[in-house]
Nanobody, 125 residues
Framework: QVQLVESGGSLVQAGGSLRLSCAAS????????MGWFRQAPGKEREFVAA????????YSADSVKGRFTISRDNAKNTVYLQMNSLKPEDTAVYYC??????????????????WGQGTQVTVSS
């Protein structure tokens, strides 16, 4: 089992940048595929990005491709989401997630095994 704690959410102006972090407990962090989802008010939780256990394979939603980058540091049991060129429509609670399967292409909420509590990102226009 793994426990996930997100940090780094904040209020930022459109065009700005933020880096979210997700610290994981447990010795087997490197065994998990890690991902980020987000949920805006009144909307479904949606996939943002995922990283394989090694970080060598990543996948991002079209809405963030070219602006957001997922990375991980297995020595620190941490996964990051670097967000650049932020837009008001990026405003949401961002959740870190982990899954035991190796695919980074699982974009449905039900395909992930563990979740953090979320961190709020607000982008002002």
């Amino acid at each position: 089992q793994v426990q996930l704690v997100e940090s780094g959410g904040s209020l930022v102006q459109a065009g700005g940048s933020l880096r979210l972090s997700c610290a994981a407990s447990g010795r087997t962090f490197s065994s998990y595929t890690m991902g980020w989802f987000r949920q805006a008010p009144g909307k479904e939780r949606e996939f943002v990005a995922a990283s394989s256990w090694s970080g060598g394979s990543t996948y991002s939603a079209d809405s963030v491709k070219g602006r957001f980058t997922i990375s991980r540091d297995n020595a620190k049991n941490t996964v990051y989401l670097q967000m650049n060129s932020l837009k008001p429509e990026d405003t949401a609670v961002y959740y870190c997630a982990a899954r035991l399967g190796s695919s980074v292409l699982v974009t449905t909420r039900g395909g992930w095994d563990y979740w953090g509590q979320g961190t709020q990102v607000t982008v002002s226009s």
